[in-house]
Every structure is written in C-alpha cells, then in structure tokens.
C-alpha cells in the first residue's frame, strides 16, 4: 500500500469447484512479519473454525516471517510451496527456460519412481542448480510426495479468475473439459481383469498399472492426488461396461467436490449491502484510533511495482523481439561483449593502420582518373602560376610511389 499511511495486504484465497478464485479474507497490517502473520491467521483460524490439527492445505509464496507462524498454530496442516516463485528464486542464478521444463516435470511426476528419473535428468544437465532445489524438501512442491487427503492438486498460489460458462452435465464447465480429455486417453488403454477388485491396464509397452477401484486407486497416484479418476480408472470403468457389470458412468467416480450442485452450493449464499458512511451509528466507545506511527522511508520513494524474476525478461516487445539480455558481437575482432567503436583488441590496430594506405592508394587513381578530361585546364593553369604550382608539390606528402610519380608527371604536360 502507497500513501501517507503505507502497509501490507495479506490475503487469503482458495480454489472453488471450477478452479476459479474464492476469496476467503483480507488484513492489512505494518509490514510481512512474524507477528503480523501471527494474528492473521489466528483470526482467520477462528473465523473458520480451524484448530492445530486441522486436515489443511496452504500454499505459500515462502516467506520468512509465514513460514514459522503456520507451524505454529496449525502445525498438522498440509504446507506446499508454490512452484512458480522457487523457479523466480532460481531464475536468479540459473537463467535459461531449460531450468523451468526441468523444475516442473519434477514437480508434475506423480510417483517417486519417476521423481527420481527426473531428477537424475536434472542432475545430469547442472550439478549445482540441482544441489541448490535440493534444499528444498520434495514434500512441499512435487505431487509425488503430497498426502493425497485433499482434493486438489495444485502447485502455484497465482489463481486467476476464469469465465463463468454453462454446464449439462454433472460436472462443472472446467471439470467437464478435464475429464472429457481424460475420456479419450482412456480408449487406448488395454485392460486386464483379475476377477476380484483389481485391473491391470497397460498403455504402450512400458507403462503398465494397477487399478483398484474399491480403494479408488492407482498406481500412477493422480486418482489419490487429484480425487478425479485417471485415465487408467477409466478404461476400468468402460471395461466393467462393456462387461455388463452396473458401475453408472464415470463422472459418478468423481469426488463430491467437483459436482456442479457443490458449486452453486458454495455462490449460495449471499453478502448483504451496506448503507452509506452517513447512516452508519456513532461509537460509544471513549478510545479513539490514531492512526499508527510511521517512519520516514530512506531515499526516494519506489513509484512502479516491483516485477519478479520472469515478468523482467520481455522477449516479446510492440511485435518486436528484444534485444534486451542478448550479447554483442564485434565485427572487427570477432570478441562478445562490445563494438567495433568501442573495440580495444588486435583488430583495432591493424584496422587503423590499413585504413589510410586505403585513403592514400584511392587518391591517385581519382587523380589520373581526371586528369585527361582536365588536361587544358592544368595546362593553362601550371602555365600562369608555376611558382604555386612547385610550392604545393614540395609541400605534399610523398606515402607512395604513385603519389609522387603523378606529382612529378603534373608540370610536364
């Protein structure tokens, strides 16, 4: 917050139904502290009904002074770190999009096996950026170490507000779309039946997994993390169709949560509005509020927002592409990092020293080149005045050979 009076916005937001923005609360306080986040959350603890071991999820940008006051007062709370801001941490050291397509196949790997496989790639390519995210615990921001006892699987906390659309099905718009792709990747699996409650469903040569749809779950653990049936539970379900067995479609496997009838439960209800300042009653209370002390700013005051580390990057710019970030190169000693005016190396010495036997070896071919249209005219002239004429040719400088020989040729004709 800018002004006279400036401070901190803290905010609390969650994801509905249709991934789309639920605001939960709002404080403003001082500054992003210990404290401040401290009472923060033990307001929002009480307004929600939360206790130290309440079954939630937060997801956090980490920042020093949240990081202790969630452990503290909800210390059984599921804590994830958004995956966004460590790639921004790490943009700062490690540039290039190569380190973003490594960072989010580890964190999108939804088993340990392929955790591993991906972080040995990450390895592979640089040593020290994988010693620098191994500092930060898998349990926070891959899915294949999550609990799995929420409902949503998300990896970032920048939620953006999506386009309300209509819905037939029992699906909200957003969760049709998701299982509606998840529905045709399901028909090219082969599945197994073993004769109880397990299936094996093989998809290609290599993938092979299991399915148990009385646990509601699979191998691949993305039914477990994300509550919506995977593709493998799927093809399960059309398996046990096609066999005649009733199993109802396969939205009905969905989680409770991702129904349409959830959503418009949660807009249900509803915000009554609020009269004017002028109507509002005045307070019995003696204390009055001041507003609280606040010391002057060093240095001049910061006027743009701070951008993070991938919105400063801008290849893109008015359909053009930036030259901002990119190295120079010299066209004369061939070096990065300056230009020719600015060059210093070896081929600017033998540049310089070309460059006026260049001038000088051009002069005399424009001399003989005008010389025969002209021929009369020098005559007359070396004619009238031969002393100017013998004291501008002690006075020239003799560079080359051919200079003097077509000074010497001049008073003869």
Not at 266 to 290: C, D, E, H, M
Not at 366 to 374: D, E, K, V, W
Request: proline content about 6%.
């Amino acid at each position: 917050m800018k002004g006279n009076y400036p401070g901190q916005i803290l905010t609390v937001v969650s994801v509905d139904v249709n991934n789309g923005i639920y605001h939960v609360a709002y404080g403003i306080v001082e500054s992003e502290s210990k404290e401040s986040w401290t009472w923060f959350l033990s307001c929002l603890g009480e307004d929600l009904d939360l206790e130290a071991n309440s079954n939630f999820t937060f997801i956090t940008d980490r920042q020093k002074g949240l990081l202790p006051a969630l452990k503290d007062l909800f210390h059984a709370a599921e804590h994830r770190y958004c995956v966004r801001h460590i790639h921004d941490n790490m943009n700062l050291i490690f540039k290039g999009s190569q380190y973003k397509e490594l960072l989010w196949k580890c964190a999108t790997t939804t088993t340990k096996v392929h955790f591993e496989r991906a972080n040995d790639e990450f390895k592979g390519y640089n040593r020290m950026a994988h010693e620098w995210l191994r500092k930060i615990p898998p349990k926070y921001w891959s899915k294949s170490h999550f609990l799995g006892r929420t409902n949503c699987d998300l990896l970032i906390n920048n939620i953006c507000e999506i386009v309300i659309e209509k819905s037939q099905g029992p699906l909200t718009p957003t969760m049709t779309k998701i299982f509606n792709a998840i529905k045709e990747k399901a028909s090219r699996c082969v599945v197994v039946w073993n004769g109880a409650d397990l299936f094996q469903v093989n998809e290609g040569r290599q993938n092979q997994v299991v399915v148990n749809l009385t646990n509601k779950s699979c191998t691949c653990r993305k039914w477990e993390v994300s509550s919506i049936p995977c593709k493998h539970a799927v093809a399960c379900i059309f398996n046990m169709t096609d066999n005649e067995m009733q199993v109802g479609l396969p939205e009905d496997w969905v989680h409770q949560s991702m129904r349409l009838q959830t959503w418009k439960t949660i807009y249900s209800f509803k915000i009554n509005p609020v009269p004017g300042r002028q109507f509002w009653a005045k307070s019995q209370v003696p204390t009055r509020l001041i507003p609280p002390y606040i010391p002057p700013q060093v240095g001049r005051p910061c006027k743009k927002r701070k951008k993070s580390a991938g919105e400063v990057t801008e290849m893109v710019k008015d359909g053009k592409l930036t030259r901002k970030g990119g190295t120079v190169t010299c066209c004369k000693c061939g070096q990065k990092g300056h230009k020719k005016r600015s060059c210093k190396g070896p081929g600017s010495t033998s540049a310089s020293a070309s460059q006026p036997a260049r001038a000088s070896a051009s002069q005399p071919a424009s001399a003989s080149a005008s010389q025969p249209a002209s021929a009369s005219a020098r005559a007359s002239a070396s004619a009238k005045q031969p002393q100017r004429a013998t004291s501008q040719v002690a006075s020239a400088p003799k560079t080359t050979k051919n200079v003097a020989a077509s000074v010497k040729k001049t008073p003869t004709r």
